[in-house]
């Protein structure tokens, strides 16, 4: 699975980071991106490309991406 | 890039966040009203106030709700001890599920009670034609 953040419609609410802090960060500006592989943040909430998300986090994300009010957390078909 | 349209017809070609959008005639938009617009497939609500025009998301923070469904009202605000008083008249969105007050022009929650901010966006307003583009303010971190 890969994710990423639409960003225009990000509340800042940041549930996603306090359940999938591995996987999400909320940035200085108020909106919420992915962590690449480093773990560091990456660029406009992940772009089209989103993060790789890794099977023992998948769960989080899951529950990241239901309680995102802004509902802005997208998964990324994988082939 | 700004797309021109017909007076009439807001539309945009340009999915850029940075590209603005043609939304409304500044005429047409009631004081105080939450005005439902498209912005590249997204719901934004354009509300004009006395200040100005303002553009939101159609997210609460709190739990999703449809801002653009709420109502642009004003707040309670602390005055002398144990007394508030009515302000900011027109210049707070509420909420339609639970009633919580926003700031149109931060997103922020009135009090500090809900963390996050309602999506705002840019709104610009030129010879009397209202521009809408999805850049965001970035007021820092809520707390």
Known sequence: MRVTVDQPECTGAAYCEEVAGPVFVLLDSGLATVRDAAGEPMPDGGGPEGAAVADEHASAVKDAIGMCPGGCIRTIATP | ?143
Do not use: K
């Open chain 2, 1 to 143: 890039m700004t797309t021109e349209a017909s007076p009439s017809t807001p539309s945009s070609a340009d999915t850029s966040a940075a590209a603005e959008h043609f939304v409304a005639l500044l005429a047409d938009l009631p004081l105080h009203r939450i005005h439902r617009v498209q912005v590249d497939g997204r719901d934004v609500g354009i509300i004009r106030t006395a200040d100005g025009v303002h553009a939101i998301g159609n997210r609460c923070p709190h739990q999703g709700a449809p801002m653009c469904l709420g109502r642009v009202t004003g707040t309670m605000v602390a005055s002398a001890a144990d007394e508030y008083v009515y302000d900011h008249d027109g210049l707070v969105v509420q909420c339609p599920w639970h009633a919580y007050e926003f700031h149109i022009d931060t997103g922020r929650s009135v009090g500090g009670v809900v963390r996050g901010r309602v999506p705002v966006f840019t709104a610009t307003v030129r010879d009397g034609r209202v521009y809408c583009s999805l850049t965001r303010p970035t007021p820092g971190r809520p707390r």
